[in-house]
């Protein structure tokens, strides 16, 4: 996951030439994630499964940049106040791998603790 450090510094160089800096509190970047994050859930609203599914196939390349964008956020984010995703990503799933064991959690979508 060097990539991670290649593209935070991608984003870093895109804003910096621009100026942004200057843009990007942390509020303003967590409201650019949940902006991008309705722009990809307006591809689904009111979707059926079928629908969803075609839209995946006929909206490919649209969906791709909404992910694309909420990642610019999470990595500008990142970037902006050092944050070191690589750790957070791999200390949320060890900390989830404890809280969700896999006999107590496989198959269900609800936390083992709520039925
Ligand atoms: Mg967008």
Redesign the pocket.
């Known amino acids: 996951m060097g990539d991670i450090q290649e593209l935070k510094d991608k984003v870093e160089k895109f804003c910096t030439d621009r100026d942004w800096d200057q843009f990007h509190s942390p509020k303003d970047l967590a409201i650019g994630v949940i902006t ?1 994050s309705s ?1 990809l859930l307006q591809h689904f609203r009111f979707k059926n499964d079928a629908e969803m599914k075609q839209i995946l196939k006929d909206k490919r390349a649209e969906i791709g ?2 992910l694309a ?1 909420i990642m610019f956020f999470i990595l500008r984010f990142a970037q902006m106040y050092d944050f070191d995703l690589k750790s957070e990503i791999e200390k949320k799933i060890a900390k989830n791998e404890q809280r969700l064991p896999i006999d107590k959690s496989k198959g269900k979508n609800r936390k083992y603790d709520e039925d």
């Open positions: 991008e722009e940049e909404e964008d």
